[in-house]
């Protein structure tokens, strides 16, 4: 037999369509992903700009000293 589910025209099948509207649930976890990149972002930001700057108890060399 047929499963005449799929014609349906509610039922929108495993695949939704690109127009159709997400679920508040898919919406909060875009937006829990996206606060979790953001963070990670901001993390290895703030890693590279520690690296790149001497740190404050290190003496300066400077290369115009005589």
Not at 42 to 64: C, K, M, T, V, Y
Request: net charge neutral; no cysteine; glycine share 4%.
């Amino acid at each position: 037999m047929q499963d005449n589910r799929a014609s349906s025209p509610h039922d929108r099948g495993p695949h939704l369509h690109a127009h159709t509207a997400p679920t508040t649930q898919q919406m909060r976890i875009v937006g829990q992903r996206r606060r979790e990149a953001e963070e990670k972002l901001e993390h290895h930001l703030q890693e590279a700009r520690h690296r790149s700057h001497p740190h404050g108890d290190e003496p300066r060399q400077d290369n115009n000293s005589q």
